[in-house]
C-alpha cells in the first residue's frame, strides 16, 4: 500500500505529485554580487530524481537593500536570469515542480546590503512599502519566466515580512499597523501584484511563523485570522514554521505539531509542516495533526535520498548540528554542505 506521503495533493492552482515536500534554506554559495556557482545546480539535479512532490528553492532576495546576508542568492535584476532559469530547469528535470522562496532580509540585511537604509516596519515610508511590494511582483515575474512553477513569500524568521506581522516590531499607527489585517497587509498587496503582473492561477506559498515568543494565544487568534483571509482570496498553502526554527541536536516530535494541530481545526487553508521531521513516524503524526503536506531542508542537504529511508523505516542521517548554516567552501574539493553527509 501506498504511503500518504507518496501520494498526489491537490491545490488550488497546481496539483503536487506527492507529499513530501523539500523546504527552502539559504545555500550560502552565493558571490558577493549574487551569481551562482556550478554547485547550487547540482543540488536540485539531485533532487529532481527524488520522490518529492515540490521542492522550494533557495531564499532569494527581492531587492538591493533586502539582502540578509554576504552568500544569499538574488532575483531583483535580469542580471540573474540565466542562473535563475538553470536551476528551474535543473529542480523540474524530472516534472516535479519547483517554488522559488522570495524574501526581503528587513532588519537582517544590515551589515550586508552595501550600505544602504536597513529597512524596518517602522522605519518605512509608504513609497518605500510600495517600492518593496513592487520588487516581490517584479521577482516572481523573473521566477515564472525563468520556468518556475510557482512562488512562496518568506513571511516567517524575522525577516522583513515577518518583522511586519508582529506587534513588537510593527509599532506604525496607520494602515499598515495595529490590527492583524494591517500588519499583515503589506503581504496582501504583494500577493495582489505578484497575481496581477503574473496571473491568477500562478501558484502562490507562503512561509509564516505559528507561534510567537511566547506562543500567546493573541498571536494564535492573529494567525487564524490571516490563513483565513489567505484562504479567501486563493493562496495555494501556508508552510507552517515558528519562533524557534532551527534547533541544535535530535528532536523529541516535529517542531511544530502542536500548531499544526490547532491551526487545522481554525483553517481550511492547505497546511504544509515543517521542521524537526526525522523519521516516518514523525510524517505520521503531522498527517494525523492536519497536515496536507510535510517538508524538509536539513535532512535533505545531508542524504538527498532521505525519503527512501524513511520508507524503509529508517531515520534522517541528520543530526541537527546546523552545520549547513555557514558559508560553503567552494574552493574544496569536494564542496560538502553538511559533515555528515551520505556518500
Request: aromatic share 8%.
Amino acid at each position: 500500500m501506498t504511503h500518504k506521503l507518496f501520494t498526489p495533493l491537490s491545490l488550488r492552482n497546481i496539483t503536487l505529485p506527492g507529499r513530501a515536500v523539500r523546504s527552502a534554506t539559504e545555500m550560502f554559495a552565493a558571490t558577493p554580487d549574487a551569481h551562482l556557482p556550478p554547485y547550487e545546480v547540482e543540488v536540485y539535479r539531485e533532487l529532481a530524481v527524488q520522490p518529492l512532490g515540490m521542492i522550494i528553492t533557495a531564499h532569494t532576495c527581492v531587492s538591493p537593500e533586502g539582502r540578509s546576508n554576504d552568500w544569499q542568492n538574488a532575483v531583483w535584476s535580469d542580471e540573474y536570469a540565466a542562473e535563475t532559469a538553470a536551476i528551474a530547469e535543473a529542480a523540474q528535470a524530472k516534472g516535479i515542480p519547483a517554488v522559488m522562496q522570495l524574501g526581503h532580509g528587513g532588519m537582517k540585511a544590515e551589515g550586508h546590503n552595501g550600505g544602504r537604509k536597513v529597512y524596518t516596519p517602522d522605519n518605512m515610508t509608504p513609497d518605500e512599502i510600495a517600492g518593496v511590494v513592487k520588487a516581490f511582483g517584479a521577482a516572481a515575474k523573473r521566477a515564472v519566466d525563468a520556468g518556475f512553477s510557482g512562488v512562496m513569500l518568506h513571511g516567517a524568521h524575522l525577516y522583513l515580512l515577518s518583522q511586519c506581522f508582529y506587534p513588537e516590531y510593527n509599532h506604525r499607527t496607520d494602515a499598515y499597523g495595529g490590527c492583524a489585517e494591517n500588519r499583515f497587509r503589506i503581504i496582501l498587496e504583494i500577493f495582489e501584484e505578484i497575481k496581477t503582473v503574473c496571473g491568477d492561477r500562478t501558484p502562490l506559498f507562503m512561509k509564516i511563523n505559528g507561534d510567537d515568543r511566547n506562543n500567546t494565544e493573541e498571536y494564535h487568534r492573529d494567525i487564524v485570522t490571516v490563513l483565513n483571509l489567505c484562504d479567501r482570496l486563493g493562496m495555494d498553502a501556508a508552510e507552517i514554521s515558528g519562533w524557534s526554527s532551527a534547533r541544535q541536536g535530535m528532536p523529541e516530535e516535529p517542531y511544530f505539531l502542536d500548531n499544526i494541530r490547532r491551526l487545522r481545526s481554525e483553517t481550511s487553508l492547505p497546511l504544509i509542516a515543517v521542521g524537526g521531521i526525522r523519521t516516518m513516524d514523525d510524517v505520521d503524526d503531522l498527517f494525523d495533526a492536519g497536515a496536507d503536506a510535510v517538508s524538509m531542508a536539513r535532512p535533505f542537504l545531508q542524504d538527498p535520498g532521505v525519503l527512501h529511508r524513511l520508507e524503509e523505516g529508517k531515520p534522517s542521517g541528520c543530526v541537527g548540528c546546523c552545520a549547513c548554516f555557514r558559508p560553503l567552501k567552494l574552493d574544496a574539493d569536494p564542496v560538502v554542505r553538511c559533515p555528515y553527509r551520505r556518500k
